[in-house]
């Protein structure tokens, strides 16, 4: 909204072109073809003055009150500040007025300079009339054309800039996202490198030193386990630290790390676990029913490998003692992993401490594939259950409902 108070560029052009025309009238440097009296001359002059004043504030109402001011001073003599001052109303009113009115600015000087050269002719038939038509265009259309080119680029300039900022702002959101993501993408490895190793030591070491005085061979299983989940333990963080500063490129780029773990090592998984858990009455059973030379993206295989090796340090926390079933199969062009363990609510708490991030980086890996997880009391068994989509295209698929009700939600 603009100010109704006057521009001070404004108030000096007024005043410039008001105090030129009175030198202009006093030196006699007028056309009074009229007879009409020469004090009459200044009054189109104070009015078109008092029409630059509101040039930007009221654009519409100072360029009509200048053309009923120019009429005035055509036929009182022709004062050339007058002139002059009414250009620069038409140059204003393109470019400060409403774009309404800025469009047709410069069509409606070009009628009026048309209309007064052909008047012009009519009255003088001679060719010289064609003067006046210049000479109305070069005080309407001239202007006129030019405000509106300097307004069209004005326009396109701010409209770049916005663009400009709506982009830095886009790419500082998406700089801020793949941050996110780097964070909880590290977040999730460092608990599955870490929680499973250092569970096992916990676990273990308790039984170390509840048994030191009476059992040396099993204070001597105990710290052998404890050995090497360490080792495990270090081999892993190492791994991770050198993807790390490889600059490893997400989820999918451990891919290209050969120390990527893989489905096929699930058999010494299960033994770790079953050298730690038997102690404790754990037994673990792997039930791969999975085709023979399965070949499966490096992300799925991570995930998967990941989420078994998370449940199994959940059961080896807090399920009851019993058997341990991890069954991995693949159909439909997807990768089933499912761990079943023995629910029963633990009267003295986890067997470890934990931070509770388990399930949420298992979900959290699960919905990075576009799959499906569940996780919970089933039938007198804790159950989790992945379903990992091994396609490209299905992972798409999967994708699409998910993006359009964020989007649904986010419109709302």
């Not at 080119?149 to 770049?160: G, M, P, S, Y």
């Not at 990527?260 to 791969?288: K, N, Q």
């Amino acid at each position: 909204m603009q100010s109704a108070r006057p521009h001070r560029s404004d108030v000096a052009i007024a005043v410039a072109g008001l105090v030129g025309g009175i030198v202009l009238w006093t030196l006699g440097l007028e056309n009074n073809d009229f007879s009409v009296p020469r004090a009459w001359q200044l009054l189109p002059l104070a009015v078109m003055a008092s029409a630059e004043v509101t040039r930007r504030t009221a654009p519409r109402a100072a360029v009509l009150v200048g053309f009923a001011a120019l009429a005035a001073d055509t036929v009182s003599g022709g004062n050339i500040a007058t002139i002059v001052m009414f250009t620069d109303l038409v140059y204003a009113t393109t470019l400060y007025g409403p774009l309404p009115w800025a469009r047709r600015m410069t069509p409606t000087a070009l009628v009026l300079s048309l209309t007064a050269t052909i008047v012009a002719l009519g009255i003088m038939r001679q060719p010289q009339a064609l003067l006046i038509g210049v000479f109305a265009g070069l005080i309407t259309l001239a202007p006129a054309s030019t405000a509106w080119i300097i307004r069209t680029h004005r326009d396109e300039a701010a409209a770049e800039r916005l663009r400009a900022e709506q982009t830095a702002l886009l790419a500082e959101l998406d700089r801020r996202a793949a941050v996110s993501e780097e964070r909880a993408r590290m977040a999730r490895e460092l608990h599955d490198v870490v929680a499973n190793h250092l569970s096992a030591i916990a676990i273990h070491s308790t039984a170390a030193m509840s048994v030191a005085a009476g059992d040396p061979d099993a204070t001597k299983q105990a710290l052998g386990i404890i050995r090497e989940s360490s080792v495990q333990g270090l081999a892993e963080m190492r791994r991770l630290i050198g993807l790390l500063r490889d600059g490893g490129g997400g989820e999918t780029g451990f891919e290209e790390s050969a120390a990527v773990p893989r489905l096929d090592s699930l058999d010494a998984m299960i033994g770790r676990a079953e050298r730690s858990g038997s102690a404790d009455g754990f037994t673990f059973v792997l039930d791969d029913t999975r085709p023979a030379g399965t070949v499966l993206p490096a992300p799925v295989e991570l995930a998967a490998y990941r989420i078994v090796q998370e449940s199994l340090t959940n059961a080896m926390k807090h399920a009851a003692p019993g058997p341990v079933i991890v069954r991995v199969r693949h159909t439909r062009g997807c990768l089933v992993v499912a761990v079943e363990s023995t629910y029963v609510a633990a009267p003295d708490g986890p067997r470890a401490p934990g931070a509770g991030a388990g399930l949420v980086g298992m979900r959290e890996r699960t919905a990075l594939l576009s799959g499906r997880f569940e996780a919970g009391p089933h039938d007198g068994l804790w159950r989790v259950r992945a379903e990992l989509p091994c396609k490209a295209e299905q992972r798409d698929a999967a994708r699409a409902p998910r993006a359009a009700r964020e989007a649904r939600e986010a419109a709302s």
